[in-house]
């Protein structure tokens, strides 16, 4: 359904400017900065004062400065106060001026628009809704456009809409056939169709509309629009008209909000200060009541001495203003440096990160990159993973890794890792065979010896590859040959034939040209049985040269083994160990057999084929039942393995982050076949799991029901665990702990996602070892973060390469970008970005780990610092007449936090280590207690004040014991007020210091640096502001003269500091000691232990035997059999395609046999013989797709949609050689796309 | 963040391989063992043992004497005189007897000690203090009432006092004050006799050193009189300032006896410039002088007399006044809280220890972990 923004429906006229006006549509100018030159003040100043802490200060601020309240000088608070914001507002100016530069950058860009049937170079931002502009190749499409006409046959076009989806596959998108015609600028200059259509919204795979043009109207789709952010690939150029331009786009809806990323601590930490003001304020009521009784007591009798102040009228006024001093006084127990330290903690955590060499990646010259400098601590604190999988698990590459022929194993695979020493040298196919692809990579020389010698079980194998696939070929240059093959698995099969001199070449509808060992070859392609879902396999019936009629058939071993002729048993088993082995190996699998057949037999299936597809009720099931009959008995030959590669180094990542406690999700817009594939060749899935659900349902009740059955088959597995045992109920799911996994589809999901099915199943994933979520979009990524974010209450982490995971990016609590790749955009809306997702255990783990570690353990030493510094004037309330007198000097208060005890407690925060990196990898147990929020959290925090008054009261009152009465060895007395000070300062000093050198877990140069030097600061500031100096300048200010000297010469003094420093720290050593001695953490053990005997845990560890699983079902899509016979995927000549352009049809059947003749009588370039050339007239090739499996096939792609059959179009797109990493196949691809448009039941008539 | 630089190659981002960069700079890493934090303990609770044994003897050696005179003997007039505002200019003398029961001697084992550590002090280590009980010199805005730019003697703030010392800067004719401020103004203005009686029934003056009582630093650089000269003698130099409100005399003319000790200098009003941190304190009024007569060797038991020009009006806040009479060692005057907290300390830290070790030998689990 939609939500329905105030635009309700859109009109958009071409080439009418004014008309569109009206209705004030977005420009195409985008805008993600927040400020500009005028606002930049005002709004971040409002943005910063919206921080409880910013606001508390300017408060006290204003506090100060009125004469009778302020207890302390004005410099105390705005000093701070000014450096934090103007630090906080350099910092946003500078991401804002990033951001300005960018918009700027992508506003500017070049397009052509036509004006005036001109084609005007035009800048982005100036494009308006109902322009019409010419993209050319390679180029981004500027904004959300119909497509009008194309450059290329039938107005296709392609795109590649990585940037929006992160599918990496090629689409093809189609124009209307009445505005295909409108090939020139001059003819487009008068096109004034008027299109109207759904508002804007964030659906990237729909889109309903109607082109009202000369008095007819044309229901458009998604098939006919091309969206901003996609690319223009394999078309020389094609014109579009804006629809949706700027933030209307379907990119920019889809982005979702910046939100800036609070951490837990960050919130916290706001909680905390809450609640210290609130202690405060108590703390200002038990004075203030003290003022009151006491100036009614003896403050009223001592007036003669010290009249109140003129305002002063009664002792309750005084106490209210007493209140205000002493909310003044003790303000620094929530110290403005705090969140100055903070930041810069973290900040020397990012760059620890950024400069770390262990998260460099050399192949793409990347380092790691913390974008955001707020959120490390989180990363020590991450519970859930959300992963994307194309380019963040997976390379997206596929290799041919191994094989085996005829009951034997060929292939070595490389050590994933590169770790193996003893590389075998790649081998060198160039040398005999000319037209074999560089990039490909074999390492195993008997499969090469094996061709040579000319095994005939290897040929036949290598001919299967060669023959029995949907690959196109083109031939650029003589002997150049690339692959256009629709699923990279394929591509990498037949690469694979081609090196090994079996070489596909080119294909007609009727024929199959090879290059076999150096001889031509051209096959008769009798038929196509095309693929599906349910078939899980495909076949090829081929005539060879010399007239033997032959099946070829690949598919997944399961359905093959069944269909094997008996007598192939025993070979069988071998293949089918084999078959394990590779499987373990997370390799995907297929098998191969062939069935010769004989002439009637073949023309006694075809005539039974011919009646099925004619068929107009249950074609479908007539059809597979036609084909099941032929590939029977038949011959196996052997399997392949062909390896998605993964990236370095992912299934060990994982393991460890598993044992991490940490849950990972992999969302993915792939196929559910291709994401448990995935899953199990990364070790999130497990063939010992004890059970895997997969959700599947298309509504809400089916749904439902699976989440329940789901959740029911836990409940059962768990109780017969426990031996019939009392079953736990539904709301303890997550302590059951069998190994689960779940795999849910998008269109399931969204079901599960509505408000009433979502706890259910959440509750239903996080009782699962691992989830998968496939053929999700954008959005619904984001949606999942969002849900487990808020019900779970943990940290959650999303990483992801591509456009479509910015939303779960900018979702999750951190957002991680790999980089190096080719799109920016998830990097760009990422907090940190790195090259390899195995960097992850090491951000996660080691970064992560210690930032956390750091900032509790600095938060902790910070609150307690301050309370044991700010409640001595609490104390010393009582004696001094509840007149909030501080107990310092001002100078002291001012430089305590900035100077005195800042950067020994910054240099623990920056630099501490309970345990070196390697063992944080080797326990990942140790990363638990973030997870838990044990190091901080409102216990710790309470011990932290609890330690911190106590140390007050010991700081006040032992020198109070002791001064009170002590004189110096001269005789004079020691309890003057500057005396007492001097000696609490510096006591002060002292057991901070002690403190942190007790909490100081790693001691390098520059901590003993800053400890010892803060202590050595402290004795020459304290020296030179009580110098005569100072005084002689300025004798009001400096009134402390001589003090330092006087004090810190006595004997007595220095017994009193030692005396309180012994107090106050003793009983935190003992009760560390006693934590350490009855509870000790993991750490503490890891770090004591020295001789760790325990060995390195091998993370995950191979599985034996694996579940088989074809990779043959993961990346194909049915129904390119039939455009390989239809042909129109050849390119066409002119001349059909004159004729063929100038029709619309609305069965897309006719179009095919129209197509099919044009073709036969175009197409003269492979002369055929006379009878190949009857047979594919008379008895045109077998299309093997129906309307109605496609339907099916569709289904699960566009759920919402009920389709027509009217719009099929299939196409075939063409594709420039890819850039491939080292040592690649050189994967061709050839992406197909059978899309069906949906667009009768949300026409807008009228 | 992450600056890129525009090398070339293909590890020219490559982070430098520093131990700091890397997190990897050498590195002491103590942890609390119990090989290190049991000894720790005992060492302590030895250590504070010792020094509050060694305290508690050095104390032992030194004594104190406190005469309260507020309202003793025939004081209680002069006390009842001082209720009122009124009667702030008449006189009243008294006295109070008082019996000192032991000599306070010289300590001479520490003699060395007391004469380094006192440079500016006259020979003799009796002190007499006077005593304020109730007096609160540690009121913010009491403690504010002062003007230290006045006091150091600068012309320009001589007549114009800070706004710190209203009410107390200007008087009712708005002449400035000198010296202005709460705190000047409430000096303690008690003069002091004390009278040895011995049993022949003479009566002998306790010949105290008035002077050098104030810290160096106070009498040489804080306080300094604004400037004279043989012609420009010190009245001249406080023209157009008045006296503050309570005192009977104006700065000028503080010492009778001592014309170098008159105006900002002088050495009682010095020390009741140091504020008290405390409402009960003593400040020092003089010290004994041994120069001659029964008091070479300190101050002998026996009877003694106080005389009081009883001036400090202590009755409307609920004080009290006392004499203190005092003797002191390296250590300072007798001072009993320090050695008793060491050995309080000393014992608590025993105990904690001995709890530590049998925790430790008893039920502690690192034990065990270690061994695995």
Known sequence: FFVFFTEEERRVRANDREYNEKFQYASNCIMTSKYNIITFLPVNLFEQFQEVANTYFLFLLILQLIPQISSLSWFTTIVPLVLVLSITAVKDATDDYFRHKSDNQVNNRQSQVLIGGILQKEKWMNVRVGDIIKL??????????????????????????????????????????????????????????????????????????????????????????????????????????????????????????????????????????????????????????????????????????????????????????????YVIILNTVVPISLYVSVEVIRLGHSYFINWDRRMFCSRSNTAAEARTTTLNEELGQVEYIFSDKTGTLTQNIMTFNKCSINGRAYGEVMDILGAQQK??????????????????????????????????????????????HTVMSEEKREGVLVYKAQSPDEGALVTAARNFGFVFRSRTPGTVTTHELGKAVTYTLLAILDFNNIRKRMSVIVRNPEGRIRLYCKGADTVLFERLHSCNHELMNITSDHLNEYAGDGLRTLALAYRDLSEEQWEA?????????????????????????????????????????????VP??????????????????????????????????????????????HTVQSVREELRKSRERMLESARTRDGGKEAPPSSLLESISGEFALIISGHSLAHALEADMEREFLETACACRAVICCRVTPLQKALVVELVKRHKKAVTLAIGDGANDVSMIKTAHIGVGISGQEGIQAVLASDYSFSQFRFLQRLLLVHGRWSYLRMCRFLCYFFYKNFAFTMVHFWFGFFCGFSAQTVYDQYFITLYNIVYTSLPVLAMGIFDQDVPEQRSLEYPKLYEPGQLNLLFNKREFFICIAQGIYTSVVLFFIPYGVLSHATQSNGVPLADYQTFAVTTATALVIVVSVQIALDTGYWTAINHFFIWGSLGTYFTILFAMHSSILFNIFPKQFHFLGSAHNTLGQPVVWLTIALATVISIAPVLAFRFLKLDLKPQLSDTVRNTQLVLQKKRKPGGRVGRGSRRSGYAFAHQEGFGELITSGKNMRLSSMALATFASRHSSSWIDTLRRKKHANSTGAQNTPPTGEDSAASSQTPPLSTSSSAAGKAGQACNEPVLTHSPDDIALSVIRCPEREVGECSTGTVQVNIHLKTSSSTNCILWG | MGKKQAGTGPLSRRPDNSAFKQQRLPAWSPSLTPQTVLPTFYILSLVCLLLGIWLLITVEYTYELKVDYTDAGTCEQCFNLRKHAIDSSTPCKCTVSFHVPKTFPRVSFQHDVVRLSARCLPQGDVFFYYGLRNFHQNLRRYMDSRDDAQMVGRK???????????????????????????????????????????????????????????????????????????????????????????????VYELDDTDSNNNGFINDDLIVWMREAAFPNFKKLYGVLNRAQGPFTEGLPAGNYTLSINYNFPVEPFRGRKELVISMVTWFGGQNYFLPIAYLVTSGLILVTAVVLTTVFVKVGKKGKNMEE
């Open chain 1, 136 to 325: 050319e190749n390679n180029q981004f499409v500027a904004a959300d456009l119909l497509l009008l006409s194309s450059s290329e046959p039938h107005s296709l076009c392609y795109i590649e809409t990585a940037e929006l989806d992160g599918e990496t596959n090629m689409k093809v998108r189609q124009s209307l056939s009445v505005t295909s015609e409108l090939g020139d600028p001059n003819n487009l200059a008068q096109f004034d169709g008027e299109v109207v259509c759904e508002p804007p919204n964030n659906k990237l795979d729909r889109f309903c509309g109607t082109l009202y043009w000369k008095d007819c109207k044309y229901p458009l789709s998604n098939q006919n629009m091309l969206l901003r952010g996609c690319v223009l690939r394999n078309t020389e150029s094609c014109y579009g008209l804006v629809i949706f331009a700027g933030p209307d786009t379907k990119l920019m809806q889809n982005s979702g909000r910046t939100k800036f990323k609070r951490t837990s601590i960050d919130r916290l930490m706001n909680t905390l200060v809450l609640w210290i003001f609130g202690f405060l304020v108590c703390m200002g009521v038990i004075l203030a009541i003290g003022n009151a009784v006491w100036e009614k007591e003896v403050g009223a009798l001592f007036q003669s001495f010290l009249p109140w102040d003129p305002p002063v009228d009664n002792f309750l006024f005084s106490a209210f203003l007493s209140f205000w001093s």
């Open chain 1, 423 to 468: 590389r075998v040298q790649p081998l060198d196919f160039t040398a005999w065979n000319p037209l074999a692809d560089r990039d490909f990579c074999f390492y195993d020389q008997s499969l090469l010896e094996a061709v040579m010698v000319g095994e005939p079980a290897v040929h036949e194998f290598l001919r299967v590859l060669s023959l029995c």
């Open chain 1, 605 to 649: 299936w075809a005539e039974r084929f011919r009646g099925a597809d004619k068929a107009t009720d249950c074609r479908d099931d007539r059809l597979a039942a036609v084909y099941e009959e032929i590939e029977q008995d038949m011959m196996l030959l052997g399997a392949t393995a062909v390896e998605d590669k993964l990236q370095d180094g």
């Open chain 1, 652 to 697: 060990e990542t994982i393991a460890i982050l598993s044992l991490a406690n940490i849950k990972i999700w992999v969302l993915t817009g792939d196929k559910q076949e291709t994401a448990v594939n995935i899953g199990y060749s990364c070790k999130m899935l497990t063939d010992d799991m004890t059970e895997i659900f997969i959700v599947n349902g």
């Open chain 2, 156 to 250: 320009n703030n001589l007549k114009a006092p800070s706004s710190y010392c209203a009410p107390f800067d200007y008087d009712a004719n708005g002449k400035p004050i000198a010296p202005c401020g709460a705190v000047a103004n409430s000096m303690f203005n008690d003069s002091l006799t004390v009278m040895y009686n011995p049993t022949d029934g003479s009566k002998i003056q306790v010949p105290l050193y008035r002077k050098g009582i104030a810290w160096y630093t106070d009498k040489n650089v804080k306080f300094r009189n604004p400037p004279t000269n043989n012609t420009f003698s010190l009245q001249q130099a406080f023209e157009g300032t008045t006296r503050p409100l309570y005192w009977q005399r104006p």
